[in-house]
């Protein structure tokens, strides 16, 4: 079941394929889209998944919604040129469900378009009617919801029904459907706040928001503890340097890194360790886990980010990025309820799938 705070805040943890008690991500998605009445505004890096491919259709052909799709172009052609025009014509390749869908979508009438940043459109978030946002880690994908033979990847997705969260996703959205990207994107300088049922949210998007800065400033709030679960998470950045200076002053961290990416000789891993963080690396088991996914990290418990942010220099640089900063307004501890359940899921996934580094 996912994490509720009022009537308007579900925090999803999964997949549901990857253990007992963890949210169905594909659903979490389809029923969002379902809900649409007017307008679905989606940016994502891959359409893969064909429940979400025929929710999206649903709307623009069942319901009258007015749908517009963005998606990563590296995706949508082969990686080699083709030897012949008849190979061309050829359905086959890793990307060719990614095709499919997006010329179905095409067919249907609804608004697509491939991005025009050259390096990553990363981003992964829906606004619906105006009113309320998906968002979080997971990508549109069989492997990103769990629903793939060899395995799902451990993901979030958190749904704020807020036409203020919904205003601000749906700028950079405008800004994205103009064709403007990465490093090109328009600079915002103060990353928006607002608050839904008592839980204060910011929202920052890369590169305009540098949210490498932020969560570095996050870090340097910390007094007891860090948690957290990162997919990559390269050396000399603001981040890493800020999690050494945390240790010196006497603050905890722990984290579970993806077991490929964490190996990597560029990888933050070797540093942290000689500075004395507890950190575990998970390793794929097929069939269970593919990667960990996860961009998620706790402060203490008094701050989660979330979102698809890698902690890298071009993540922070110039791919298309949004994390999602999320903090109690006033003494309220309204964010508690989804602090600890990020914090719960770190430490499910050290217990179950943690191995120590070599």
């Known amino acids: 079941m996912p994490i509720a705070v009022g009537d308007h805040i579900r925090f999803h943890l999964g997949p549901d394929s990857a253990a007992p008690g963890l949210d169905d991500l594909e659903a979490a998605i389809v029923d969002f889209i379902d809900g649409a009445e007017k307008r679905l505004d989606i940016a994502v890096q ?31 052609h082969a990686g080699r040129r083709p030897a012949s025009v008849a190979e061309a014509f050829e359905s086959k390749g890793p990307e060719e469900e990614n095709r499919l869908l997006a010329a179905a979508a095409m067919r249907a009438t609804v608004w697509v378009r491939a991005d025009f940043n050259p390096d990553i459109f ?8 105006g009113s309320s946002v998906l968002t979080g880690s997971t990508n549109f994908t069989p492997t990103g919801v769990g629903r793939s033979p060899s395995g799902g990847n451990l993901n979030h997705v958190i749904t704020v029904n807020s036409p203020a969260m919904a205003k601000i996703y749906g700028q950079e959205f405008a800004e994205i459907a103009k064709g403007t990207f990465g490093r090109h994107s328009a600079a915002r300088d103060h990353p928006p706040e607002f608050v839904v049922d008592g839980v204060r949210f ?11 800065m932020e969560i ?8 007891e503890r860090i948690d957290f679960a990162i997919f990559t998470f390269a050396q000399s950045s603001a981040i890493d340097d800020a999690m050494k200076m945390a240790m010196r002053a006497g603050v905890a961290v722990s984290g579970v890194m993806d077991g490929m990416q964490a ?11 000689e500075c004395g963080a507890d950190l575990m690396r998970v390793p794929k088991v097929y069939g269970l886990v593919n990667k960990l996914h996860h961009k998620m990290m706790v402060v203490d418990e008094a701050t989660l980010v979330i979102g698809s942010f890698n902690y890298t220099g071009p993540a922070n640089q110039v791919n298309d990025e949004n994390i999602v900063v999320i903090t ?20 499910r996934i050290r217990a179950a799938h943690g191995v120590p580094f070599r």
């Open 202 to 212: 910011k929202v920052c998007f890369a590169p305009e928001h540098s949210p490498e």
């Open 328 to 347: 109690s307004d006033g003494d309220c501890g309204a964010a508690l309820p989804l602090i600890r359940g990020a914090r719960t899921e770190i430490e």
């Open 46 to 76: 891959e359409l893969e998944s064909r429940p979400i491919a025929e929710a999206i259709l649903r709307a623009e052909i069942e319901r009258g919604v007015r749908v517009r799709l963005v998606l990563e172009a590296d995706y949508l």
């Open 216 to 223: 570095a400033k996050r870090i340097n709030k910390a007094r």
């Open 263 to 273: 190996n990597q000789v560029w990888a933050a891993s070797k540093g942290l360790l």
């Open 122 to 129: 990363h981003q992964k978030f829906i606004v619906r009617d």
